[in-house]
T-cell receptor, first 109, second 116 residues
Framework: RKEVEQDPGPFNVPEGATVAFNCTYS??????FFWYRQDCRKEPKLLMS???SGNEDGRFTAQLNRASQYISLLIRDSKLSDSATYLC??????????FGRGTSLIVHP | EAGVAQSPRYKIIEKRQSVAFWCNPI?????LYWYQQILGQGPKLLIQ????????DSQLPKDRFSAERLKGVDSTLKIQPAKLEDSAVYLC??????????????FGPGTRLLVL
């Protein structure tokens, strides 16, 4: 089993739709969780950290489920500009980061 | 504030040749990461430095890859000799190094390597 797993997609949704991605991790001792966004041929950029209590930033909501060992990202009211690859990052001991392979999102008119 | 700088941006070499990449992190950032990103995959951590010490290099193919950060600032990653499967984007990232798991990593633009 890979340390961090994501459905590669692509998720193809119309503008205005709500879409959700999950990311599962295998190390129950993992300590920190993040979502990064990567545009085509660009570098990854932090979208949001994921806190135990869940957190929201505008149209984006991230949640952590430690019991089932997954994190989720919910995007409401999708925009064309949300089209990108969304990378899940998990940090374990010594805060060493492990990236998932990413989930591709395509938002169409 | 200047971001993470990397050079060169593109490199084409033949297999068995050597290549080196350079990274200058954000000023004052203690932690520096090198990643390899193969097309269609997520970034894979090769090596993580804290100042000039190595935190983790468990996924660095040490028979051909080497990295150094001698003065705890900029860093070089070398491949010698290169193989076809080394074709990838090599990303450098830095973070402040406050020993907090919630630190953001800031990425450079990457070096695209093609091995023929």
């Amino acid at each position: 089993r890979k340390e961090v797993e994501q459905d590669p997609g692509p998720f193809n949704v119309p503008e205005g739709a709500t879409v959700a991605f999950n990311c599962t991790y295998s190390n129950s001792a993992s300590q920190s969780f993040f979502w990064y966004r990567q545009d085509c041929r660009k570098e990854p950029k932090l979208l949001m950290s994921v806190y135990s209590s869940g957190n929201e930033d505008g149209r984006f909501t991230a949640q952590l489920n430690r019991a089932s060992q997954y994190i989720s990202l919910l995007i409401r009211d999708s925009k064309l500009s949300d089209s990108a690859t969304y990378l899940c990052v998990v940090k374990g001991g010594s805060y060493i980061p492990t990236f998932g392979r990413g989930t591709s999102l395509i938002v169409h008119p | 504030e200047a971001g993470v700088a990397q050079s060169p941006r593109y490199k084409i070499i033949e297999k068995r040749q050597s290549v080196a990449f350079w990274c200058n992190p954000i000023s004052g950032h203690a932690t520096l990461y090198w990643y390899q990103q193969i097309l269609g995959q997520g970034p894979k951590l090769l090596i993580q430095f804290q100042n000039n010490g190595v935190v983790d290099d468990s996924q660095l193919p040490k028979d051909r890859f080497s990295a150094e950060r001698l003065k705890g600032v900029d860093s070089t990653l070398k491949i010698q000799p290169a193989k076809l499967e080394d074709s990838a984007v090599y990303l450098c990232a830095s973070s402040p190094g406050q020993a907090s798991g919630l630190e953001t990593q800031y990425f450079g633009p990457g070096t695209r390597l093609l091995v023929l």
